[in-house]
T-cell receptor, first 114, second 115 residues
Framework: GNSVTQMEGPVTLSEEAFLTINCTYT??????LFWYVQYPGEGLQLLLK?????DKGSNKGFEATYRKETTSFHLEKGSVQVSDSAVYFC?????????????FGKGTHLIIQP | DVKVTQSSRYLVKRTGEKVFLECVQD?????MFWYRQDPGLGLRLIYF???????EKGDIPEGYSVSREKKERFSLILESASTNQTSMYLC??????????????FGPGTRLTVL
């Protein structure tokens, strides 16, 4: 079956540090890949997505590249801010129309210290 | 603005009670989903629906049922609540387009405690 593995947290960084959160996946076919973010007390919001190999998703300074050869979709940001503190989820959709739900990783809690 | 709303942010129920969690979306989406979120386990799919009166089991449907009588509303039902159903419940919706790249839009979640 499909699965997503992401690094365990919490990850604690200082403001302006470089961020990498690793994500690898197992899926049949050609899945779409997503990063969602959950701020304290809120639901999940889509951060970025990529739908085919070598696609790069980007938003709010975050980037991730769909690497089919390594089955990875690592999240990066060049300079984090305190406001980036949140839980980040990597996810995949392997079905047409998204009708089977998303498969999520367990989430990575990111803490940015001033 | 896109909106998925859930009937309660916090809910406390007793073991054995019947519990209804309601979700409404205003985007005319075909697909709706219920997940539960637990620390260290991430999000797990309970049930989903791709059309009115249609439902499909997700990864952990035991102890739950769902109802979709109208396109915009998707209800999760705990027939007899148990303490191991204490969790955060998240509803989501997405548009059907025949492709796998559809974003899911999430509600704010309902934190259910079963005593």
């Amino acid at each position: 079956g499909n699965s997503v593995t992401q690094m365990e947290g919490p990850v604690t960084l200082s403001e302006e540090a470089f961020l990498t959160i690793n994500c690898t996946y197992t899926a049949t076919g050609y899945p779409s890949l997503f990063w969602y973010v959950q701020y304290p007390g809120e639901g999940l919001q889509l951060l970025l997505k990529a739908t085919k190999a070598d696609d790069k998703g980007s938003n709010k300074g975050f980037e991730a590249t769909y690497r089919k050869e390594t089955t990875s979709f690592h999240l990066e940001k060049g300079s984090v801010q305190v406001s980036d503190s949140a839980v980040y989820f990597c996810a995949l959709s392997a079905s047409g129309g998204g009708a089977d739900g998303l498969t999520f990783g367990k989430g990575t809690h990111l803490i940015i210290q001033p | 603005d896109v909106k998925v709303t859930q009937s309660s942010r916090y809910l406390v129920k007793r073991t054995g009670e019947k519990v209804f969690l309601e979700c409404v979306q205003d985007m005319d989406h075909e697909n709706m989903f219920w997940y539960r979120q637990d620390p260290g386990l991430g999000l797990r799919l309970i049930y989903f629906s791709y059309d009115v009166k249609m439902k499909e089991k997700g990864d952990i449907p035991e102890g739950y049922s769902v109802s979709r009588e109208k396109k915009e509303r998707f209800s999760l039902i705990l027939e007899s609540a148990s303490t191991n159903q204490t969790s955060m419940y998240l509803c989501a919706s997405s548009l059907f387009s025949g492709r796998a790249n559809n974003e899911q839009f999430f509600g704010p979640g309902t934190r259910l405690t079963v005593l």
